[in-house]
């Protein structure tokens, strides 16, 4: 059975950086393509930054890209969100997944499973 939980998440100023930890159990993170998908209030999930499984490819949206790094640790297995320059709107619970056999679709949150119960980010002044 697969399961994740996800650490890291807190209040932080705009222009802070916080990095998000996802510990994976039930699988391998070089196995398995993997992702961070965030869900603000009111709004729907949301894909951040993925990576694929053997070459680790990393994919992110457009409103991440060049402020988030996602990272992986196989021996630990561990995933990282590398989170820099973050802005109000970056405020969500952050939650990891592994996406289902067979259909990895990058941020695509319906093609992911094995939600953790997420870690609350927080961008504020």
């Known amino acids: 059975q697969v399961q994740f939980v996800e650490s890291g998440g807190g209040l932080v100023q705009p222009g802070g950086s916080l990095t998000l930890s996802c510990a994976a159990s039930?699988?391998?993170?070089?196995?398995?393509?993997v992702g961070w998908f965030r869900q603000a209030p009111g709004k729907q999930r949301e894909g951040v930054a993925c990576?694929?499984?053997?070459?680790?490819?990393?994919v992110y949206a457009d409103s991440v890209k060049g402020r988030f790094t996602i990272s992986r640790d196989n021996s630990q297995k561990t995933l990282y969100l590398q989170m820099n320059n973050l802005r109000p709107e970056d405020t969500a619970v952050y939650y990891c997944?592994?996406?289902?056999?067979?259909?990895?679709?990058?941020?695509?949150?319906?093609?992911?499973?094995?939600w953790g119960q997420g870690t609350q980010v927080t961008v504020s002044s």
């Open positions: 997944g592994s996406a289902l056999p067979g259909f990895y679709v990058p941020l695509a949150s319906s093609f992911f499973t094995s």
């Open positions: 990576i694929s499984s053997r070459a680790g490819t990393t």
């Open positions: 039930g699988l391998t993170l070089n196995g398995s393509a």
